[in-house]
């Protein structure tokens, strides 16, 4: 299995921006397509971004395309979402997670399709 460590999150003024990032250890890195998720207090955990184990290929919801960036360093073995344009909506603790089973990657939206998880780390967007 893979251990996920999120960091760098914090609090950002509307407009900011900040890059998270994920470190994996364990079993080999570049063989899980990976995501980003958010949980917002209330809401259920949402969909930020997901990116094929190559990181050849990435899948965004509308809420966030052409704002966020994931990608992925496999020789680090770590994940990173770099959010830009960021406004107070984007409040949430965001997890990266870690798909170990083979499975089309346009499902890869469910957070269900994820074998691990991190623990999260809190963004809070405010002036």
């Known amino acids: 299995q893979v251990q996920l460590v999120e960091s760098g999150g914090g609090l950002v003024q509307p407009g900011g921006s900040l890059r998270l990032s994920c470190a994996a250890s364990g079993r080999t890195f570049s063989s899980y397509d990976m995501g980003w998720f958010r949980q917002a207090p209330g809401k259920e955990r949402e969909f930020v971004a997901a990116i094929s184990k190559s990181g050849g290929a990435t899948n965004y919801p509308a809420s966030v395309e052409g704002r966020f960036t994931i990608s992925r360093d496999n020789a680090k073995n770590t994940l990173y979402l770099q959010m830009n344009s960021l406004s107070p909506e984007d409040t949430a603790v965001y997890y990266c997670?870690?798909?170990?089973?083979?499975?089309?990657?346009?499902?890869?939206?469910?957070?269900?399709?994820?074998?691990?998880w991190g623990q999260g780390t809190q963004v809070t967007v405010s002036s």
């Open positions: 997670a870690g798909a170990g089973r083979s499975r089309p990657f346009a499902v890869l939206y469910h957070p269900d399709e994820y074998d691990y």
